[in-house]
């Protein structure tokens, strides 16, 4: 089913780029922006009724509600906090700072979410119900086959992400051009938010598949509050960097949480190995950045660097699955 799905946001994001284009031209205002939003809600319902036959109607089922009360009630939550974790950050700085700061801090958090979102896209769209199938016909196999499918997740949100740390200044310049300067360190800050982000968003969907929602509510309820917390008191004393490396401490707890549940409850699976095995994914990223980082201080070019840190992420990858 997943191919009528491809099919349908594909052809949903080609119309919305087609038209958002449009606009633009036609309008040079911010309603290029308002309308591609609109069409492209519009185009996936549409799609949605032409890719499938069923029709919905009203009806009521008294244990189905009950049923997806208790547990939709604790998404419902995580929903609500996501929004607050994503958008109040923006608030914070357009109040503080004015929209001056804001305009470079919002592109370049969108830039730095942008690899984030499509993976968490695709993470949430396969992890949830392979395990949740894994559970139901062989759980025995649930603790390795979680570990596996984390590694990888958590490899690609490394091999996707990282990299906008070490080519922040590039990457702005050669998109948006020189004026738009002052988006370059925070998207270097930023592009750390977003591993974490992504980190975490690999154990959420296990969490509901095993029937747990509530805990990862529970973690989002911590984030937020942190996340709110030090924004009020970073971004006016630190200003666009404050709210950055709010976005990192934030992230990184919402992580930390989730790690410490999977370790907790993966029955059968010794602690340690566990942990092992589920960190392993950060401490090769953080050696492959790190021989980066000290060849582009040397002077090497911005290729060299990236060509760097994806030689030593895969060979280290190589060497531990090998040893």
């Given at each position: ?64 509600l009950r049923d997806s009360f208790h547990f939709g ?163 006016p004393r630190f200003g666009v ?83």
């Amino acid at each position: 089913a997943f191919r009528k799905l491809t099919i349908q946001q594909r052809v949903a994001d080609i119309l919305t780029f087609v038209v958002t284009i449009v606009l633009a031209v036609i309008t040079h205002n911010y309603l290029a922006l308002v309308g591609s939003q609109l069409v492209s809600a519009l185009t996936m319902v549409l799609l949605s009724y032409s890719i499938c036959s069923y029709r919905p109607r009203i009806a009521f089922d008294g244990r189905a509600l009950r049923d997806s009360f208790h547990f939709g009630k604790h998404l419902f939550v995580v929903s609500i906090l996501t929004f607050v974790t994503t958008q109040f950050d923006n608030f914070a700085v357009g109040r503080y700072l004015g929209p001056v700061a804001l305009g470079p801090y919002i592109l370049a958090y969108r830039l730095a979410m942008l690899p984030v979102d499509a993976l968490i896209s695709i993470l949430n769209s396969v992890l949830f119900p392979a395990y949740s199938k894994i559970r139901l016909t062989d759980s025995d196999r649930l603790p390795s086959f979680f570990l596996k499918l984390n590694t990888v997740s958590a490899g690609l949100v490394f091999a996707a992400v990282a990299p906008l740390a070490l080519a922040a200044r590039p990457l702005i310049y050669l998109l948006y051009g020189h004026r738009w300067d002052a988006a370059c360190a925070p998207l270097a800050i930023l592009a750390f938010a977003g591993i974490f982000r992504g980190l975490a968003c690999t154990i959420s969907p296990w969490l509901v598949s095993i029937g747990r929602p509530d805990l990862d509510a529970k973690c989002k309820m911590v984030e937020a509050t942190v996340f709110v917390s030090l924004t009020l008191i970073l971004v006016p004393r630190f200003g666009v960097a404050g709210a950055a490396w709010t976005g990192v401490a934030s992230y990184a707890l919402a992580y930390a949480m989730r790690l410490a549940l999977a370790v907790r409850l993966l029955e059968g699976a010794p602690a340690g190995p566990t942990f092992i095995g589920l960190v392993q994914p950060l401490w090769i990223a953080a050696l492959a950045f790190v021989a980066s980082r000290l060849l582009s201080m040397a002077g090497s070019p911005l290729v060299v660097s990236l060509s760097a840190y994806y030689c030593v992420l895969l060979g280290l990858v190589y060497l531990n699955n090998r040893f």
